[in-house]
Protein backbone atom coordinates (compact mmCIF):
# COMPACT_ATOMS: atom_id res chain seq x y z
CA UNK A 1 0.00 0.00 0.00
CA UNK A 2 1.11 3.04 -0.95
CA UNK A 3 0.76 6.15 1.98
CA UNK A 4 0.56 9.26 0.22
CA UNK A 5 2.76 12.20 2.29
CA UNK A 6 -0.76 13.81 3.67
CA UNK A 7 -1.21 10.41 5.94
CA UNK A 8 1.83 10.90 7.22
CA UNK A 9 1.71 14.91 8.13
CA UNK A 10 -1.97 13.54 9.45
CA UNK A 11 -0.79 11.27 11.53
CA UNK A 12 1.83 13.92 12.76
CA UNK A 13 -0.82 16.29 13.36
CA UNK A 14 -2.55 13.27 15.68
CA UNK A 15 0.07 12.52 17.23
CA UNK A 16 1.19 16.51 18.63
CA UNK A 17 -2.66 16.60 19.78
CA UNK A 18 -2.36 13.77 22.01
CA UNK A 19 1.21 14.67 23.01
CA UNK A 20 0.06 17.94 23.78
CA UNK A 21 -2.70 16.35 25.74
CA UNK A 22 -0.07 14.36 27.93
CA UNK A 23 2.10 17.58 28.50
CA UNK A 24 -0.66 19.62 29.91
CA UNK A 25 -1.31 16.45 32.55
CA UNK A 26 2.06 16.78 33.21
CA UNK A 27 2.69 13.19 32.05
CA UNK A 28 5.21 13.80 28.72
CA UNK A 29 7.82 16.47 29.36
CA UNK A 30 7.36 19.91 27.44
CA UNK A 31 10.09 20.65 24.49
CA UNK A 32 13.19 22.70 25.42
CA UNK A 33 16.13 23.35 23.60
CA UNK A 34 19.60 24.98 24.53
CA UNK A 35 20.13 28.72 23.73
CA UNK A 36 21.19 31.93 25.11
CA UNK A 37 18.89 32.45 28.14
CA UNK A 38 18.31 29.78 30.85
CA UNK A 39 15.38 28.43 31.90
CA UNK A 40 14.67 26.84 35.28
CA UNK A 41 12.56 23.77 34.60
CA UNK A 42 9.51 23.99 36.97
CA UNK A 43 9.68 20.63 39.64
CA UNK A 44 7.27 19.41 41.92
CA UNK A 45 8.30 18.73 45.55
CA UNK A 46 12.30 19.73 47.33
CA UNK A 47 14.90 20.85 45.32
CA UNK A 48 18.23 19.09 45.66
CA UNK A 49 20.18 22.22 47.87
CA UNK A 50 22.46 20.21 48.71
CA UNK A 51 22.74 17.41 46.40
CA UNK A 52 24.52 18.06 43.45
CA UNK A 53 24.72 14.71 41.60
CA UNK A 54 20.17 14.67 41.71
CA UNK A 55 18.27 12.95 39.02
CA UNK A 56 16.36 15.42 38.99
CA UNK A 57 19.02 17.35 37.45
CA UNK A 58 18.78 15.54 34.35
CA UNK A 59 15.57 17.08 33.53
CA UNK A 60 16.80 20.94 33.14
CA UNK A 61 17.67 22.10 30.12
CA UNK A 62 21.94 22.94 30.19
CA UNK A 63 23.31 26.29 29.31
CA UNK A 64 27.12 26.86 28.41
CA UNK A 65 28.34 29.84 28.64
CA UNK A 66 32.08 31.21 28.00
CA UNK A 67 33.84 33.13 30.72
CA UNK A 68 36.58 36.25 30.01
CA UNK A 69 39.01 37.47 31.66
CA UNK A 70 38.31 40.56 34.21
CA UNK A 71 40.83 43.02 32.94
CA UNK A 72 39.05 46.23 33.58
CA UNK A 73 39.31 46.59 37.62
CA UNK A 74 42.01 46.06 39.43
CA UNK A 75 43.17 43.65 40.22
CA UNK A 76 42.99 42.40 36.77
CA UNK A 77 42.91 37.97 35.51
CA UNK A 78 44.86 38.00 32.16
CA UNK A 79 45.65 34.47 32.41
CA UNK A 80 42.03 32.56 33.05
CA UNK A 81 42.34 29.44 33.65
CA UNK A 82 38.39 28.62 33.07
CA UNK A 83 37.01 28.50 30.20
CA UNK A 84 33.31 28.05 30.63
CA UNK A 85 30.46 26.87 32.85
CA UNK A 86 27.19 24.35 32.19
CA UNK A 87 24.27 26.23 34.08
CA UNK A 88 21.03 24.42 35.11
CA UNK A 89 18.37 25.18 37.07
CA UNK A 90 15.36 24.00 38.97
CA UNK A 91 12.24 25.86 40.59
CA UNK A 92 9.11 24.52 42.68
CA UNK A 93 7.20 27.29 42.87
CA UNK A 94 8.65 28.84 45.73
CA UNK A 95 12.59 28.22 45.77
CA UNK A 96 14.76 27.85 42.57
CA UNK A 97 18.56 26.28 42.60
CA UNK A 98 20.83 26.51 40.05
CA UNK A 99 24.22 24.14 39.53
CA UNK A 100 26.83 25.43 38.07
CA UNK A 101 29.87 23.20 36.45
CA UNK A 102 32.82 23.60 35.61
CA UNK A 103 36.86 22.04 35.19
CA UNK A 104 39.17 22.50 37.97
CA UNK A 105 42.22 20.25 38.02
CA UNK A 106 42.75 21.10 41.95
CA UNK A 107 40.78 21.61 44.95
CA UNK A 108 41.77 24.97 46.67
CA UNK A 109 39.35 24.98 49.88
CA UNK A 110 41.46 27.01 52.38
CA UNK A 111 42.41 31.07 52.89
CA UNK A 112 44.29 30.66 56.31
CA UNK A 113 47.56 31.95 54.81
CA UNK A 114 48.69 34.70 52.66
CA UNK A 115 49.35 32.25 50.03
CA UNK A 116 46.13 30.69 50.17
CA UNK A 117 43.36 31.14 47.69
CA UNK A 118 39.75 29.50 47.35
CA UNK A 119 37.78 28.50 44.39
CA UNK A 120 34.19 30.04 43.95
CA UNK A 121 31.32 30.80 42.02
CA UNK A 122 29.13 33.71 42.43
CA UNK A 123 25.38 34.47 40.62
CA UNK A 124 24.67 38.23 39.80
CA UNK A 125 20.91 38.35 40.22
CA UNK A 126 19.47 41.87 38.34
CA UNK A 127 16.58 42.92 39.17
CA UNK A 128 13.31 42.89 37.59
CA UNK A 129 13.31 45.79 35.00
CA UNK A 130 13.82 47.25 31.78
CA UNK A 131 16.47 49.69 32.84
CA UNK A 132 19.92 47.95 31.08
CA UNK A 133 21.53 46.22 33.48
CA UNK A 134 25.48 47.70 34.85
CA UNK A 135 28.16 45.63 35.43
CA UNK A 136 27.82 45.44 39.75
CA UNK A 137 25.60 47.43 39.74
CA UNK A 138 24.77 51.07 39.85
CA UNK A 139 23.37 54.27 42.26
CA UNK A 140 19.77 52.82 41.44
CA UNK A 141 20.83 49.45 39.95
CA UNK A 142 21.33 47.64 43.16
CA UNK A 143 22.18 44.03 42.02
CA UNK A 144 22.30 40.60 44.32
CA UNK A 145 25.04 38.88 44.67
CA UNK A 146 25.19 35.14 46.00
CA UNK A 147 28.84 33.49 46.15
CA UNK A 148 29.74 30.03 47.07
CA UNK A 149 32.94 29.27 48.63
CA UNK A 150 35.00 26.43 48.97
CA UNK A 151 36.68 27.20 52.55
CA UNK A 152 33.44 28.13 53.81
CA UNK A 153 32.37 24.54 52.83
CA UNK A 154 35.33 23.73 53.99
CA UNK A 155 34.93 25.33 57.49
CA UNK A 156 31.27 23.30 57.85
CA UNK A 157 32.62 20.04 56.73
CA UNK A 158 36.04 19.79 58.72
CA UNK A 159 35.39 22.56 61.52
CA UNK A 160 36.79 26.00 61.31
CA UNK A 161 40.04 26.15 59.98
CA UNK A 162 42.60 27.90 61.96
CA UNK A 163 46.44 28.84 62.10
CA UNK A 164 47.35 26.10 64.15
CA UNK A 165 45.64 23.97 60.80
CA UNK A 166 48.07 25.46 58.83
CA UNK A 167 51.41 25.97 61.16
CA UNK A 168 51.49 22.75 63.70
CA UNK A 169 53.75 24.58 66.18
CA UNK A 170 51.89 27.77 66.35
CA UNK A 171 51.55 28.79 70.12
CA UNK A 172 49.52 31.59 71.69
CA UNK A 173 50.29 31.46 75.79
CA UNK A 174 47.33 33.68 76.84
CA UNK A 175 44.37 34.83 75.59
CA UNK A 176 42.42 37.11 78.12
CA UNK A 177 39.91 35.51 79.98
CA UNK A 178 40.14 32.20 77.45
CA UNK A 179 39.35 28.83 78.86
CA UNK A 180 41.92 26.12 79.44
CA UNK A 181 45.17 26.58 78.43
CA UNK A 182 47.00 26.60 74.61
CA UNK A 183 46.13 25.76 71.91
CA UNK A 184 43.08 27.61 72.07
CA UNK A 185 39.76 26.81 69.77
CA UNK A 186 37.84 28.71 68.37
CA UNK A 187 35.06 29.50 69.10
CA UNK A 188 34.72 26.43 72.06
CA UNK A 189 37.06 28.16 74.97
CA UNK A 190 36.19 31.67 74.00
CA UNK A 191 33.21 33.05 75.81
CA UNK A 192 31.72 36.30 75.58
CA UNK A 193 34.74 38.20 77.01
CA UNK A 194 37.15 36.10 75.79
CA UNK A 195 35.73 36.98 72.31
CA UNK A 196 36.34 40.51 72.82
CA UNK A 197 39.59 39.87 71.42
CA UNK A 198 39.15 38.13 68.40
CA UNK A 199 37.71 41.37 66.71
CA UNK A 200 36.74 40.01 63.49
CA UNK A 201 34.60 37.60 65.29
CA UNK A 202 32.96 40.05 67.70
CA UNK A 203 32.53 42.70 64.81
CA UNK A 204 30.17 40.07 62.93
CA UNK A 205 32.73 39.96 59.96
CA UNK A 206 31.17 36.92 58.07
CA UNK A 207 34.54 35.72 56.90
CA UNK A 208 35.89 35.42 60.93
CA UNK A 209 33.39 33.67 61.83
CA UNK A 210 33.48 29.61 62.95
CA UNK A 211 30.24 29.13 63.20
CA UNK A 212 29.09 28.78 59.23
CA UNK A 213 25.46 27.25 58.43
CA UNK A 214 25.78 27.87 54.72
CA UNK A 215 28.94 27.86 52.12
CA UNK A 216 26.81 30.89 50.37
CA UNK A 217 27.11 34.33 50.85
CA UNK A 218 24.23 36.76 50.21
CA UNK A 219 25.54 39.86 49.08
CA UNK A 220 24.75 43.41 47.64
CA UNK A 221 26.10 46.10 45.25
CA UNK A 222 25.52 49.37 44.17
CA UNK A 223 28.40 49.41 41.50
CA UNK A 224 32.31 48.77 41.92
CA UNK A 225 34.15 48.27 45.10
CA UNK A 226 30.70 48.06 47.14
CA UNK A 227 29.97 44.74 47.69
CA UNK A 228 28.09 44.34 51.57
CA UNK A 229 26.87 41.64 53.17
CA UNK A 230 23.59 41.37 53.30
CA UNK A 231 21.83 41.75 56.86
CA UNK A 232 19.96 38.69 56.61
CA UNK A 233 21.42 35.38 54.69
CA UNK A 234 18.18 33.93 52.78
CA UNK A 235 21.05 31.71 50.09
CA UNK A 236 22.01 27.95 50.76
CA UNK A 237 23.91 25.75 48.45
CA UNK A 238 26.93 22.78 48.34
CA UNK A 239 29.80 22.06 46.13
CA UNK A 240 31.13 18.79 45.57
CA UNK A 241 34.70 18.45 43.28
CA UNK A 242 35.46 15.00 41.66
CA UNK A 243 37.34 14.28 38.90
CA UNK A 244 39.12 17.38 37.91
CA UNK A 245 35.76 19.86 38.26
CA UNK A 246 33.28 21.34 40.44
CA UNK A 247 29.27 20.92 40.35
CA UNK A 248 28.08 23.95 43.08
CA UNK A 249 24.75 24.49 43.88
CA UNK A 250 23.37 27.88 44.80
CA UNK A 251 19.71 28.18 46.34
CA UNK A 252 17.01 30.89 47.42
CA UNK A 253 13.45 31.52 47.64
CA UNK A 254 12.44 33.28 44.66
CA UNK A 255 11.13 36.16 46.63
CA UNK A 256 12.96 36.04 50.18
CA UNK A 257 11.07 39.20 51.71
CA UNK A 258 14.37 40.61 52.44
CA UNK A 259 14.44 44.33 50.91
CA UNK A 260 18.12 43.81 50.16
CA UNK A 261 17.56 41.17 47.67
CA UNK A 262 16.36 41.45 44.11
CA UNK A 263 13.18 39.15 43.78
CA UNK A 264 13.44 36.22 40.88
CA UNK A 265 10.57 36.19 38.33
CA UNK A 266 10.10 36.13 34.82
CA UNK A 267 12.47 39.15 33.84
CA UNK A 268 15.69 38.86 35.63
CA UNK A 269 19.18 38.77 34.01
CA UNK A 270 21.56 37.07 35.81
CA UNK A 271 25.71 36.97 35.36
CA UNK A 272 28.38 34.13 36.54
CA UNK A 273 31.67 34.77 37.82
CA UNK A 274 34.31 31.72 38.47
CA UNK A 275 37.69 32.04 41.28
CA UNK A 276 40.40 29.38 40.68
CA UNK A 277 42.48 29.45 43.92
CA UNK A 278 45.08 27.50 42.29
CA UNK A 279 45.46 30.24 39.83
CA UNK A 280 45.64 33.34 42.77
CA UNK A 281 41.71 34.84 41.80
CA UNK A 282 40.45 37.01 44.19
CA UNK A 283 38.34 39.78 44.67
CA UNK A 284 38.06 41.33 41.02
CA UNK A 285 40.83 38.83 39.85
CA UNK A 286 38.29 36.43 38.11
CA UNK A 287 36.20 35.20 35.33
CA UNK A 288 32.81 36.63 34.04
CA UNK A 289 30.16 35.68 31.90
CA UNK A 290 27.93 38.08 30.08
CA UNK A 291 24.08 39.04 30.88
CA UNK A 292 21.90 35.97 30.64
CA UNK A 293 18.23 36.25 30.66
CA UNK A 294 16.21 34.02 32.92
CA UNK A 295 13.09 31.90 32.46
CA UNK A 296 10.96 30.55 35.41
CA UNK A 297 8.39 28.21 34.20
CA UNK A 298 5.49 27.66 36.10
CA UNK A 299 5.35 24.64 38.23
CA UNK A 300 2.32 22.42 37.50
CA UNK A 301 0.94 19.51 39.76
CA UNK A 302 1.73 16.10 39.16
CA UNK A 303 -1.52 14.67 40.82
CA UNK A 304 -3.75 12.99 37.46
CA UNK A 305 -6.46 11.16 38.10
CA UNK A 306 -6.48 7.88 36.86
CA UNK A 307 -10.10 8.04 35.56
CA UNK A 308 -8.91 11.12 33.49
CA UNK A 309 -6.19 10.05 32.01
CA UNK A 310 -8.13 6.80 30.80
CA UNK A 311 -10.78 9.08 29.79
CA UNK A 312 -8.67 11.12 27.45
CA UNK A 313 -6.68 7.76 26.04
CA UNK A 314 -9.77 6.40 25.16
CA UNK A 315 -11.04 9.50 23.14
CA UNK A 316 -7.65 11.04 21.82
CA UNK A 317 -6.73 7.20 20.57
CA UNK A 318 -9.73 6.58 18.15
CA UNK A 319 -9.35 10.16 17.11
CA UNK A 320 -5.86 9.63 15.64
CA UNK A 321 -7.17 5.91 14.30
CA UNK A 322 -10.52 7.49 12.22
CA UNK A 323 -7.78 10.45 11.31
CA UNK A 324 -5.46 8.06 9.76
CA UNK A 325 -7.96 5.98 8.29
CA UNK A 326 -9.66 8.96 6.13
CA UNK A 327 -6.47 10.04 4.68
CA UNK A 328 -5.76 6.77 3.82
CA UNK A 329 -9.26 6.26 1.80
CA UNK A 330 -8.62 9.25 0.23
CA UNK A 331 -5.73 7.99 -1.45
CA UNK A 332 -6.87 4.45 -2.29
CA UNK A 333 -7.56 4.48 -6.44
CA UNK A 334 -11.51 4.10 -7.13
CA UNK A 335 -12.16 0.11 -7.80
CA UNK A 336 -15.18 -0.75 -10.14
CA UNK A 337 -16.90 -3.74 -9.17
CA UNK A 338 -16.25 -6.93 -11.00
CA UNK A 339 -20.23 -6.87 -12.45
CA UNK A 340 -20.43 -3.56 -13.25
CA UNK A 341 -17.35 -3.31 -15.60
CA UNK A 342 -18.12 -3.51 -19.67
CA UNK A 343 -16.38 -5.83 -21.77
CA UNK A 344 -12.87 -5.30 -22.73
CA UNK A 345 -12.28 -3.03 -20.95
CA UNK A 346 -9.85 -3.68 -17.69
Not at 153 to 161: K, L
Amino acid sequence: MRIDPKTVVGGVLAFAFLLTVLQSLGLAPSAAAAGTSLSSWAVDGPLPVTEPDSALWADAVPLALPLSAQIMITPTQKNPTVDAIEVRSLNNGTHIAFRIRWADATKDAYTTTTQQFRDAVAIQVGAQSDVPYLCMGGANARMNILQWKADWQADIEEGFHDLQDEFPNFWVDYYPYAIGGPPYEVPAQFPENASLYLVGYTVGNPFSQPLKVTPVEDALAYGFFTITTGVRQDALGWGEWRDGAWTVVIARALDTGDPQDNAIGRNNALAFAVWDGGNEDRGSRKSTTGWVPLGVQAVRSTAVDPLVVTAIILIAVPIVVLVLRRLEARNEPMRIPEERKEPGKP
